[in-house]
C-alpha cells in the first residue's frame, strides 16, 4: 500500500502556495532545458483518464454524469456535474517536465487548480485563471527515469483538457494498476465533493483514494445531494469496490424514504460491495443556530437508523460512519468556512477513514 502522511503533503502545497497565488498562471515553455515540448492531444490512448465513468459518451467533455442523463436529473446536480471533480490522468514517463494545455468554459471566480503528482508526491501545481486556452507548467526539472504520474483535474469548474506536454523524446507507459479493480465510489454532499478544498488532490476522495491505492469517482454535488432515484440509478451503475455514501445537510428536510430507498437500490445492484454510510460531520452553526443543530441531529439520526436496520435485516456489508468521528467540534480549526473543512480538514478526514474502507475493501480484485 502506497502512503503520504498529511505533513508531506500539506507543506508541499505550502510551498507552492505563494507561486499559484500570483496574478497570472505559469504558463508553459515550447522549449525548455530538456529541448522540445511534445504535446500530446487529449484524448490519447497513450493517456489513462480516471474517475469519470461517462467519458466515453461526453467526450471531449469532462462532466461527471452521461450527458444522455441531463433531461432526467435535478438542473441543480447538473449544474455541478459538468466540473471533473475526481478526474484523473495517468500514465508513466520518463518526461522530465509536464505541462497541461486547457481552456475553461468561463473565467474562474474562485480557485482552479491543476495538481501533478509523481509517485504519491506532490510535484507540482498550476492555477488556471481565464476562459482562454492556457498552457500550464506543472514540473520541470525531474529526473529522466520512468515516473508514475498523475494529473488531478480542477474541482468545480467546468473545463477541457486540449493537450498534455512531455519532452519530445519522453517515454510512455501504461501506470501502475490500483489495488483493486473497481473505484470506491463517493456520492453526496459538499463536504464530499470537496467545496473547502482548494487543490482537486486534497478533497478527502482524493486523498483517501491515495493512501490506499485506490481508483476513485467524485459524484458530490454540493447541495443538491439528494438522494433523487434517477441519480441515485445512475450511481449504482458504476461498479464499485466501495459506495461512500456522504449526503450530509445536502440531504435537507426530506424524510426518510429517499435515504433508505436509496440504500436498497445500491444493495439490489451491488449484494457483497461494501456500502459507507457517513452520518453529517460537524459545524460550528451548531453552537450558534439551535435550528441548524436539530436538523443535523435529526438527520444523523435517520442515517444511522437507516444503515443499522439493514445490518439487522442481515447485510453485514453496509456500516455506520459517524461523521462527529470523522470530524467533530475539536477540529473546528480546520475548517474553510462555518460548514466545510479545508485541504488539511480533508486530509485528516481521509485519514481517519482509512482503516474501515482499506480492511472492508480488501481482496475484493
Known amino acids: 500500500m502506497r502512503s503520504l502522511t498529511g505533513f508531506v503533503f ?80 495517468r500514465f508513466t514517463s520518463s518526461s522530465s517536465q509536464l505541462a497541461i494545455r486547457v481552456q475553461a468554459k468561463a473565467a474562474p471566480t474562485r480557485p482552479c487548480f491543476v495538481d501533478a503528482y509523481v509517485d504519491d508526491l506532490l510535484a507540482g501545481s498550476a492555477r488556471v485563471q481565464r476562459a482562454q486556452p492556457t498552457d500550464l507548467l506543472l514540473f520541470e526539472g525531474k529526473a529522466r527515469g520512468g515516473k508514475n504520474i498523475t494529473v488531478y483535474l480542477p474541482n468545480n469548474q467546468e473545463i477541457r483538457v486540449l493537450a498534455v506536454g512531455l519532452d519530445a523524446d519522453a517515454e510512455l507507459k501504461a501506470p501502475p494498476e490500483f489495488a483493486t479493480r473497481h473505484p470506491i465510489v463517493c456520492y453526496g454532499s459538499s463536504v464530499l465533493q470537496g467545496s473547502g478544498s482548494d487543490h482537486p488532490a486534497t478533497t478527502y476522495p482524493a486523498a483517501l483514494a491515495r493512501r490506499l491505492n485506490l481508483d476513485f469517482v467524485n459524484l458530490g454535488f454540493a447541495g443538491a445531494g439528494k438522494a433523487e432515484p434517477a441519480v441515485v440509478d445512475l450511481v449504482s451503475q458504476v461498479e464499485a469496490s466501495g459506495y461512500i455514501l456522504d449526503l450530509g445537510k445536502s440531504y435537507g428536510d426530506q424524510l426518510k424514504d429517499p435515504f433508505v430507498r436509496m440504500l436498497a437500490t445500491i444493495r439490489a445492484a451491488h449484494p457483497r460491495v461494501p456500502i459507507f454510510c457517513v452520518t453529517p460531520i460537524y459545524s460550528t452553526y451548531e453552537k450558534t443556530d439551535p435550528a441548524y443543530l436539530a436538523k443535523s441531529v435529526r438527520l444523523r439520526d435517520m442515517m444511522r437508523a437507516a444503515a443499522l436496520a439493514r445490518r439487522e435485516a442481515g447485510d453485514k456489508f453496509t456500516f455506520v460512519v459517524e461523521g462527529l468521528e470523522l470530524f467533530g467540534e475539536a477540529d473546528k480549526q480546520l475548517f474553510r468556512d462555518p460548514q466545510h473543512p479545508n485541504d488539511e480538514g480533508n486530509e485528516l478526514i481521509a485519514r481517519r477513514l482509512v482503516p474501515l474502507v482499506e480492511k472492508a475493501v480488501s481482496g475484493r480484485k
Open 10 to 89: 500539506l507543506s508541499a502545497f505550502a510551498a507552492l502556495a505563494s507561486a499559484a497565488d500570483q496574478p497570472a498562471a505559469k504558463e508553459a515553455p515550447r522549449f525548455s532545458a530538456a529541448g522540445e515540448m511534445r504535446w500530446l492531444p487529449f484524448p490519447d490512448p497513450q493517456l489513462e483518464l480516471r474517475g469519470l465513468p461517462w467519458f466515453q459518451e461526453n467526450a471531449p467533455e469532462l462532466w461527471r454524469l452521461p450527458q444522455s442523463a441531463k433531461s432526467r436529473i435535478p438542473g441543480g446536480v447538473w449544474s455541478r456535474a459538468v466540473a471533473p471533480d475526481g478526474g484523473r490522468i
